[in-house]
């Protein structure tokens, strides 16, 4: 029998990092764990429009560093900076009155192709199937913005009471091809739902963008290209 293993999950350690970084003794982990879980519940409540990627997580003994990687930074930063800074203030609230000395650094990190992303892309469609556009519409557009920006592959699939049917079913859409068995696929993946009057929908969405060992060795290819410059001495005497 087949198991089925979180994409993101099977691959981290391995070609993707860790989005939580830091080191704690077995009695400050549920701590340190249930403040991360915090944090990341309140900015995607808050950021629900901002087109959030992912949050990562960075501690040391008196510093912590948020990064928040989002489609629309200029949204997240606001006027003068001033969401960044109203940001900072919601989570030293949540972080409570022992961290007041910690160092608390927020930076916000835009994606540069926001159609390989798969976060952004199930945002985009929760927010057109709650506006209860035709599944079929949102299905295709989706698929044509991702092969457009120049994806491999990708698998986008809904699940429930669709257009408000009376019997929930399945539908789905493909193109490419999305490996899930070799460690060196980048395979972005990311699972949510819709909330509409008939029901909740479920929506997954898959994106291949390639091997990560063809990148790096294209890079490096690239830097042996280009004209090394040699700086040379004058000669003494």
Request: aromatic share 6%; no cysteine.
């Amino acid at each position: 029998m087949g198991r089925k293993v979180h994409p993101k999950i099977f691959r981290t350690g391995v070609i993707y990092p860790w989005d939580t970084r830091w080191f704690a003794t077995k009695r400050r982990l549920p701590v340190l764990l249930r403040e991360d879980e915090k944090i990341r519940l309140f900015l995607n409540t808050k950021l629900k429009d901002a087109s959030v990627d992912r949050i990562e997580i960075e501690r040391t003994p008196r510093a912590m560093t948020i990064t928040v990687h989002t489609a629309k930074p200029g949204f997240v930063i606001g006027r003068g900076g001033t969401g960044a800074d109203e940001l900072k203030k919601s989570l030293r609230e949540i972080l409570g009155k022992g961290k007041d000395k910690l160092n608390l650094n927020l930076n916000i990190v835009e994606v540069s192709r926001p159609s390989l992303a798969a976060n952004v892309v199930l945002q985009s469609m929760k927010a057109d199937l709650e506006r209860r556009m035709p599944f079929r519409r949102v299905l295709k557009q989706h698929l044509d913005r991702v092969q457009k920006a120049g994806a491999k592959g990708v698998r986008l699939v809904v699940k429930g009471r669709l257009n408000g049917a009376e019997i929930a079913r399945m539908e789905k859409v493909s193109w490419g091809s999305v490996p899930l068995h070799n460690l060196r696929a980048d395979v972005d993946y990311a699972s949510g739902f819709a909330r509409t009057l008939s029901g909740t929908i479920g929506i997954k969405v898959w994106i291949y963008r390639g091997e990560i060992f063809d990148k790096d060795k294209e890079k490096k290819e690239e830097s042996m290209d280009e004209p090394q410059v040699v700086s040379k001495r004058p000669k003494r005497g």
